[in-house]
């Protein structure tokens, strides 16, 4: 019987530190916000993503908004045109830039404006290769409403 706790202990132990490799396999570098107006409902949080071993963006949260999609804009027939996907691939060692015009996080119906100086809490939703899905938490600095990129040389996790 004792053995059989220690199995189930270590069989625990095991599925907790593969969930904190997967974390610590991810990357996120300078995350921010677009700022808003006041009766702005919605706007896009921006940052590049890396994993080593190759994961999948399959989500995303925030208490400053209802609702929060992964986003791709992309020109089709000469007009650009943005739409909601369900995942969003990051593979192994190759950083996944989530900006302006791009891929991006979108944050609608929001709670309220959102001035530069702000941080926003984001909660990641990421698939690794073992199928497990694990959520990493960063904050991101709202930035001006005319922002197009993120200052140089600035690190987050």
């Not at 694990?134 to 990129?149: C, G, M, N, Y």
């Amino acid at each position: 019987m004792k053995t059989r706790q220690t199995l189930s202990s270590l069989l625990v132990l095991l599925g907790l530190s593969s969930a904190a490799a997967l974390a610590a396999d991810v990357e996120i570098r300078n995350p921010w916000v677009r700022g808003t107006v006041s009766g702005q409902q919605a706007t896009g949080a921006f940052m590049e993503i890396t994993s080593q071993s190759g994961a999948t963006l399959v989500g995303a949260t925030s208490p400053a908004a209802e609702v929060t999609e992964i986003h791709e804009m992309k020109m089709d027939g000469g007009v650009m045109k943005m739409r909601a996907i369900p995942r969003l691939e990051l593979p192994a060692g190759k950083p996944v830039e989530l900006g302006p015009g791009g891929y991006h996080v979108m944050l609608i119906k929001l709670k309220q404006p959102l001035k530069k100086g702000d941080s926003v809490p984001l909660t990641l939703r990421v698939e690794g290769r073992d199928k497990k899905v694990e959520s990493i938490e960063l904050k991101a600095e709202v930035r001006d409403l005319t922002a197009t990129t993120s200052p140089a040389g600035e690190h987050k996790h």
